[in-house]
């Protein structure tokens, strides 16, 4: 019951960035604390709402696995994300879609969806905070906040590929082995 709870939220936020986010690729185990998803295919779209010259031909992310701590740790311990094997394939927009005042307007529209979208997930989840309120049992805005500032981000295996199929007919790609994201105090020490 609650892991179906837990993937219903993580849905709201990730599944129009997958095109096969399901129960398939998704495992949670609430008392270790940890959710992973594998083999989740990038949606084609990402890209299309960034003011970028770039779209997305594949994507495509090994694993992922977040973990975060148990309900008694959860403001003084943050949340760990794994990221592993990476795939990205990337390819030229054509040049008539790339000026100036499209992509403007484009940036400008994604930004209000972006907004609306978050509002309406934050209702959704505000109206379910309060029915997990009324258990006796509440997360307050200020404990989300302490759990969001402790967030650390490890991405193992990215494979950066660029590809001209049309004219040029080339390809060139750039491995990153790790890539590191964690919060840090204002003297730049890591937040444990």
Same mark, same amino acid.
């Given at each position: ?15 129009? /960035? ?6 398939? &690729?998704?495992?949670? =185990?609430?008392?270790? *604390?940890?959710? +992973? !998803? +594998?083999?989740?295919?990038? =949606? ?10 770039? $779209?997305?031909?594949? *994507?495509?992310?090994?694993? !992922? ?7 008694? $740790?959860? #403001?003084? /311990? ?5 990221? +592993? ?7 030229? @927009?054509?040049?008539?879609?790339? &000026? @100036? ?5 484009? /940036?400008?529209?994604? $930004? ?6 978050? !509002?309406?997930? +934050?209702?959704?989840? &505000?109206?379910? &905070? ?5 258990? *006796? ?14 967030? =650390? ?7 950066? !590929?660029?590809?001209?199929?049309? #004219? ?25």
């Amino acid at each position: 019951m609650v892991d179906f709870a837990i993937r219903n939220v993580i849905s709201l936020y990730i599944h129009d /960035y997958f095109y096969n986010f399901g129960a398939e &690729n998704f495992k949670t =185990n609430f008392l270790a *604390g940890t959710i +992973s !998803m +594998s083999d989740l295919i990038l =949606n084609n779209k990402i890209l299309e709402s960034f003011p970028s010259p770039f $779209k997305l031909t594949f *994507g495509m992310i090994g694993s !992922m696995e977040i973990k975060v701590p148990s309900f008694i $740790k959860l #403001t003084s /311990y943050g949340i760990n994300i794994k990221v +592993s094997d990476v795939f990205i394939c990337l390819s030229m @927009k054509k040049v008539d879609k790339w &000026n @100036k005042e499209s992509v403007y307007k484009k /940036y400008q529209d994604m $930004k209000q969806q972006s907004i609306e979208t978050l !509002m309406r997930r +934050s209702e959704v989840l &505000n109206e379910k &905070n309060k029915s997990f309120a009324s258990t *006796g049992l509440s997360f307050t805005g200020e404990s989300l906040d302490k759990l969001i500032t402790n967030i =650390n981000i490890e991405i193992e295996n990215v494979y950066l !590929m660029f590809e001209e199929p049309t #004219t040029l007919k080339f390809s060139i790609g750039l491995l990153l082995p790790t890539i590191k994201v964690q919060s840090l105090d204002e003297f730049w020490n890591k937040i444990e």
